[in-house]
């Protein structure tokens, strides 16, 4: 048996026995769908889930509390969407993404107002937002970016949908899992084996790994199991940087502890951007977790140390570094450009790691102090941490969503 196999078994092991004890659990609460069994609502958010944040909520609990503010300022009933039926970006004109980014971020934010609150104003808001994008776009284009635009942008509206989904009033469910389908998922697929046309490690980790996003995301809201399996069989070993032991490359023990630190491919790059790996990665692991399929545990926590390493540089510790080196540059140190880059990405993380599986993730928990008091108390989603795209490249509030404990 390939060691890669006896992990998967045994973090499977350690799942089954975790999802019985956890308020996250997944495995009794809600139906199995009948066609490609997965759980819905089943990507960020599951069932059990929101019946932990809206108990948060209901009883003004902190830090919750914050964090339900943080999404109370961006739903807006009233919201009115600007649909494109040709999103470009990097190239075209105009350069109309930000219209997307900042659609899918209020449908998202107004689909949870809704199933916390019951009130159906957000919920029809949300829906009118999704209707809008999937009954008019039809193509991404722009330069090579259009890739980042179809991998970090379909997550966020597959999410909103997923959420939407249990509301009886939304008849648009078809219409964006169609949507998805067409525009989004062949540039996700077209993505990862072509990349572009470049060679196999041109392309920084960031862009396979927001398309395998997307494409997680879209098989989970389409019920395609041969869709949500591509990404996570390219997660374990696809050909290049979005695969896991690419993303994260080579480990080490931290001296003085047997912590397990991973140096990620972005890591000689900038921080920003080392960052956004985490974000995504993140997605993607708690995507697939939430339909039984644990990428947090794969390779032994892989995702794990490289989020400890990257924690631990962004709040000016040292780290070990080994020289990059790929088909266009030679990095031989580790790139300070952007250390300490705040994005509201580590409550997701160490609530996975240290409060539900109960490992060492100290510095990616002090990463997650520091986001939450740069933030007043919570982590704030899209649009707080800046109205360019790095501002909406995840979609936050995981003070809200993801904490587990105070
Ligand atoms: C599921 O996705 C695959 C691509 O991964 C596609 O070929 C297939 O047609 C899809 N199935 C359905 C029922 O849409
Ligand atoms: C990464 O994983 C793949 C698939 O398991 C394997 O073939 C490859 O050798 C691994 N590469 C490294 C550098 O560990
Ligand atoms: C950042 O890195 C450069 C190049 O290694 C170095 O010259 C500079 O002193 C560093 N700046 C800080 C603030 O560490
Ligand atoms: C967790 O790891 C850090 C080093 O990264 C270490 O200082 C700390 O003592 C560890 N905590 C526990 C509870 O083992």
């Known amino acids: 048996m390939a060691p890669s196999v006896l992990v998967t078994l045994l973090s499977s092991l350690v799942l089954s026995t975790l999802t019985q004890a956890t308020p996250s659990s997944t495995t009794d609460s ?82 949870i107002y809704w199933k916390v609150t019951g009130d159906t104003a957000y919920a029809t808001a949300a829906a009118t937002t999704l209707d809008a994008w999937s009954s008019t776009l039809t193509l991404i284009d722009g330069s090579s970016d259009k890739f980042l635009a179809s991998g970090i942008y379909g997550y966020q509206l597959a999410n909103a949908a997923e959420i939407l989904r249990g509301y009886s009033s939304w008849t648009g469910l078809a219409a964006m899992q169609s949507m998805l389908n067409k525009v989004f998922y062949p540039m996700n697929h077209d993505f990862i084996i072509n990349h572009n046309g470049a ?42 940087n979005g695969a896991i032991n690419k993303t994260i490359w080579v480990t080490y023990t931290e001296s003085g502890s047997s912590k397990i630190l991973g140096q990620n491919q972005e890591a000689g790059r900038d921080q920003g951007h080392a960052m956004l790996d985490f974000a995504l ?62 994005r509201p990405i580590w409550e997701l ?45 995840q979609l936050g509030f995981g003070t809200l969503l993801y904490r587990l404990e105070a």
């Open 30 to 111: 809600h139906p199995l769908d009948s066609r490609a069994g997965f759980l819905h609502p089943g990507l960020l958010h599951t069932e059990a889930d929101f019946t932990r944040i809206k108990s948060k909520v209901n009883a003004k609990t902190n830090p919750w509390y914050a964090g339900w503010n943080k999404l109370v300022a961006h739903a807006n009933s009233g919201y009115v969407p600007s649909p494109k039926p040709t999103v470009y970006r990097g190239t075209g004109s105009p350069e109309n993404y930000a219209s997307l980014y900042r659609d899918a971020a209020s449908a998202y934010a107004n689909a």
């Open 199 to 240: 060679k196999i490690d041109h392309y920084w980790a960031n862009w396979d790994l927001a398309n395998l996003c997307t494409m997680y995301a879209v098989g989970v809201l389409s019920d395609n199991a041969t869709m949500a399996n591509e990404a996570v069989n390219y997660f374990k070993s696809g050909a290049g």
């Open 281 to 342: 990665l993140g997605v993607l692991a708690q995507q697939a977790y939430n339909q039984g399929n644990d990428l947090f545990g794969y390779l032994s926590n892989r995702i794990l140390a490289g989020a400890e390493y990257a924690a631990k540089y962004n709040l000016g510790f040292d780290v070990p570094y080994t020289t990059y080196v790929n088909s266009d540059v030679t990095q031989a140190t580790i790139s300070n450009a952007s250390r300490g880059d705040v």
């Open 349 to 393: 993380i160490y609530g996975h790691y240290g409060s539900l599986k109960g490992l060492n993730a100290s510095w990616s928990k002090q990463y997650r102090d520091l986001v939450v008091s740069n933030g007043g108390g919570a982590e704030g989603g899209g649009g707080d941490y800046g109205t360019t795209s790095g501002g909406y490249d």
